[in-house]
């Protein structure tokens, strides 16, 4: 029998697995074009954001993934491709073909995009300084809804280090969206962006 991970299939295992609970304040499910930015704590992070999300979303959602860690072995592959990833290559960064731009050129004018801003996984204490990719996003597509996302208890549900999940339940709480005000500063931004998450963490 041919094995065959589909996106909805994807979708189930992933609210099995980490039997997520899913909360939108002041925020609600939109097919509109939105960069949802989120805190980092381990590999499946993109995956439980994109299953928790309702499928006609989903369907117009890629999360950002590390093309040197989703591109190694063949089942990594497939499982990116399973999700419609965007692979981005964080080792070979060049000015005309910076992470941002490829993003920008991915998504068009259809799709959405899952992003982790702290860049690499925090210890699932504290978040990380935002790095300024979400800053150019913002800038290049001011149209663009920036939602904060905050996911819960997935350092428990797959510690770094391991490869298999353990079934435990998550959180994950959609926030209100937020813009890049004119003349902000890029620290400013970041810092308030960081924020719009922290504070869904209390939630």
């Known amino acids: 029998m041919k094995f065959?991970?589909?996106?909805?299939?994807l979708a189930g295992l992933a609210k099995v697995v980490a039997g997520s609970s899913v909360r939108?304040?002041?925020?609600?499910?939109?097919?509109?074009?939105?960069?949802?930015?989120?805190?980092?704590?381990?590999?499946?992070d993109a995956v439980i954001i994109w299953a928790s999300l309702p499928k006609p979303v989903r369907d117009l959602t890629k999360p950002v993934a590390a093309k040197d860690y989703w591109n190694k072995g063949w089942f990594r592959r497939y499982l990116a491709r399973s999700l419609n990833a965007m692979l981005i290559d964080r080792e070979?960064?060049?000015?005309?073909r910076s992470p941002v731009e490829s993003m920008l050129k991915e998504i068009?004018?259809?799709?959405?995009?899952?992003?982790?801003?702290?860049?690499?996984?925090?210890d699932g204490t504290n978040l990380r300084d935002f790095k300024s990719g979400l800053f150019y996003l913002a800038k290049k597509r001011p149209?663009?809804?920036?939602?904060?996302?905050?996911?819960?208890?997935?350092?428990r549900i797959l510690p770094k280090g391991e490869y298999l999940p353990v079934?435990?339940?998550?959180?994950?709480?959609?926030?209100?969206?937020?813009w890049l005000e004119n003349g902000e500063p890029k620290t400013e931004f970041l810092a308030r962006a960081r924020e719009s998450v922290i504070r869904l963490r209390d939630m």
């Open 4 to 9: 065959n991970l589909t996106g909805p299939f």
């Open 24 to 44: 939108w304040v002041d925020c609600h499910p939109d097919t509109c074009q939105r960069i949802y930015f989120a805190n980092h704590t381990s590999h499946i």
């Open 92 to 96: 070979n960064i060049k000015v005309h």
């Open 108 to 122: 068009g004018d259809k799709y959405s995009a899952i992003i982790f801003p702290e860049g690499s996984r925090n």
């Open 143 to 155: 149209d663009l809804e920036l939602v904060p996302v905050y996911v819960d208890n997935m350092t």
């Open 167 to 178: 079934p435990l339940l998550s959180r994950v709480i959609f926030g209100p969206p937020i």
